[in-house]
């Protein structure tokens, strides 16, 4: 390829799902010219990939949806209170042709390689087909994208069928006669297992850490709760925003521990039915006191062995650590489905996994089977970023520079990384909060950041080093307040032996979102503009 076949464009977007859709529009906006680079064949993101059977939103759609369009929110109707993964992939395609946005878009484009060039200050961005020169380069590849697939002695010999619930295949699956085996038990396996428990002639499930999971007693859309939900929107969504997590069922007034007992109890009680994410959302001393943790916790416990019948397997489908450590889940038919005849729980703690054959899974015995899915998770927060061999100034590796834990300034720019944003990067709430108002929030944020620079003649912006730091301590201050560090989880990379351990989300969105404007108002105070080397 010579010089002359590079592509130019003021930005360029890698990732088309929510983040980097309405990156474009918003960049179209403001009169600049953008392209969305996508590894996949079509838009979606996470909602493309993860297309296993029962795979949906686990925040209630009337807030899981986008509220930059005040006609698209008022004239979109979803037919479930937590839409499945078809639906919210309908509608992304819906906004996407609404604002005409599909001819920015390239598929099956994979960013390999982004490199600064500190002579004219501009990118060059480099994907499995073709090479772009680009002077803002944003990253929307999500917090949740980049599949965990261990090194399972002998997987590759496997014969059957290898299904990854983070890679899905588009052509239904179909189960039935089959002996299925599932290895993982987090939200993606919760929300498999009782719909492939149905088909499969056996199903068996490996799990190496219990999980906490409520109930989501999901249903068609309550047509009530629609029209007052959409009579005032923009309240609506402004409120939930300034909870904690900024979800609606996640207003945190009370504590447990100051509570009448039995109140608390008749709280959660109405939470299971109801909350789904939001079960303890209630309580504030959840997330910071042991014994108010506790008292959930147990209350979760309980439950499971009331639902689940054989008592042995219901002690190991009960978890020992604080609830809310990892990720809390939220299912249809879960626990119950380990009541199942043809459903069988085997404990890798006790029996890990020795040796995958050709045809069968060595543990505590061998199992035969037909088909294998792994619902191990992922390399989240930082994967996506790693994946691609980013240089920034004097040729640093954004990878070499991550070696001892990812530092990001507010989980949207990185020093030594000039022009270089990420969507819901590590450092910001994202994951921790409903991802659609923190996709917005940032996206609109590196938007006016960008106008700003342009009405005031800025050529580069990056991180301070110490904006940076002052930054990642401030977030790990503040996740140290709580009880939820000590739990191996994804949010810490406990998940992938390799990685360094740092608890990565920022926790407060409220706290955050007025930190945001701040810095904004002081000059973009911590970035740093048209650096002189
Ligand atoms: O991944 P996970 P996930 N040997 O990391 C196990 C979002 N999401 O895809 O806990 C044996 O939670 C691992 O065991 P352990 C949501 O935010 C949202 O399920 O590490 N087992 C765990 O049980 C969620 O939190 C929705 O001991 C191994 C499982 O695999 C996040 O995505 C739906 C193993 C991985 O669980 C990730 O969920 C789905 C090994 N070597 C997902 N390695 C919504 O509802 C891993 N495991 C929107």
């Keep these: 390829m010579t010089d002359r076949d590079i592509k130019v464009f003021d930005a360029i977007i890698v990732g088309a799902g929510f983040a980097g859709i309405y990156q474009l529009l918003k960049l179209r906006k403001l009169g600049l010219s953008a392209v969305i680079l996508e590894k996949a064949d079509q838009i979606g993101g996470t909602w493309h990939w993860n297309r296993y059977p029962g795979a949906r939103c686990d925040i209630p759609s009337l807030e899981y949806s986008y509220q930059f369009d005040e006609d698209l929110q008022q004239e979109w109707n979803w037919s479930e209170k ?8 309908e509608y992304i395609n819906h906004v996407a042709d609404r604002f005409e946005l599909r001819d920015g878009i390239n ?4 960013v390999t390689k982004a490199t600064f060039n500190e002579s004219d200050s501009k990118w060059v961005i480099e994907t499995s087909k073709d090479k772009y020169e680009t002077r803002f380069c944003i990253f929307a590849t999500g917090c949740l994208s980049v599949p965990n697939k261990p090194d399972f002695n002998g997987l590759d010999n496997f014969d059957g069928e290898l299904l990854q619930t983070s890679t899905w295949p588009k052509e239904e699956q179909n189960f039935s006669g089959k002996k ?11 929300q498999s297992i009782p719909l492939i428990a149905e088909q499969a002639e056996e199903l068996y499930v490996f799990q190496r850490t219990p999980n906490y999971s409520i109930p989501s007693n999901n249903g068609p859309m309550d047509k009530g709760v629609e029209k007052e939900v959409k009579a005032r929107y923009s309240e609506f969504r402004k409120e939930n925003y300034q909870n904690g997590f900024g979800i609606a069922a996640m207003s945190d007034e009370a504590l447990v521990l100051e509570s009448d007992p039995e109140e608390v109890k008749a709280n959660f009680e109405e939470n299971w039915k109801n909350a789904g994410l939001g079960f303890f959302g209630g309580y504030a001393d959840i ?23 054989d008592p042995e397997t219901a002690a190991l489908l009960t978890p020992d650590y604080h609830i809310g450590g990892k990720r809390l889940c939220v299912d249809s038919g879960y626990f119950e489905t380990f009541n199942r005849d043809n459903v069988q729980l085997i404990d890798l703690k006790e029996n890990p996994i020795s040796e995958i054959t050709q045809s069968s899974i060595l543990s505590d015995k061998t199992y035969e089977i037909d088909t294998l899915i792994l ?3 992922f390399d ?3 994967g996506a970023l790693t994946n691609v061999d980013i240089s920034g100034r004097e040729s640093i590796k ?13 989980g949207l720019g990185i020093s030594n990384f000039p022009n270089l944003f990420t969507v819901t990067g590590p450092g910001s709430p994202s994951v921790l909060s409903n991802m659609m108002p923190s996709i917005e929030q940032h996206v609109n944020w590196i938007t006016d950041c960008i106008e700003w620079m342009i009405q005031n003649e800025k050529t580069v912006i990056e991180s301070s080093e110490t904006a940076e730091d002052d930054w990642m301590m401030l977030v790990n201050e503040i996740a140290d307040m709580t009880i939820f560090t000590d739990t191996k989880s ?3 990379g406990s998940n992938i032996e390799t990685k360094a351990k740092a608890f990565l989300p920022f926790i407060g969105v409220p706290v955050y979102t007025e930190m945001l404007e701040e810095i904004v108002k002081d000059d973009y105070k911590g970035f740093i503009f048209d650096k002189v080397n």
Excluded at 82 to 89: D, G, T
Excluded at 107 to 110: A, G, K, N, R, V
Excluded at 180 to 190: K, Y
């Design 107 to 110: 598929f099956e484009e994979e």
């Design 180 to 190: 299925v085996a599932i290895i993982g038990t987090g939200s993606s396996a919760i």
């Design 375 to 377: 619902a191990t998770g």
């Design 490 to 492: 994804w949010y810490n």
């Design 287 to 309: 997330p910071l006191d042991e014994n108010a943790n506790a008292v959930a916790a147990n209350f979760v416990r309980n439950k499971i062995r009331e639902i689940v019948k």
């Design 380 to 382: 989240a927060m930082t």
């Design 82 to 89: 937590y839409s499945a993964q078809p639906e919210i992939l």
């Design 398 to 410: 954004l990878k070499d520079q991550w070696e001892d834990g990812a530092k990001s300034y507010l």
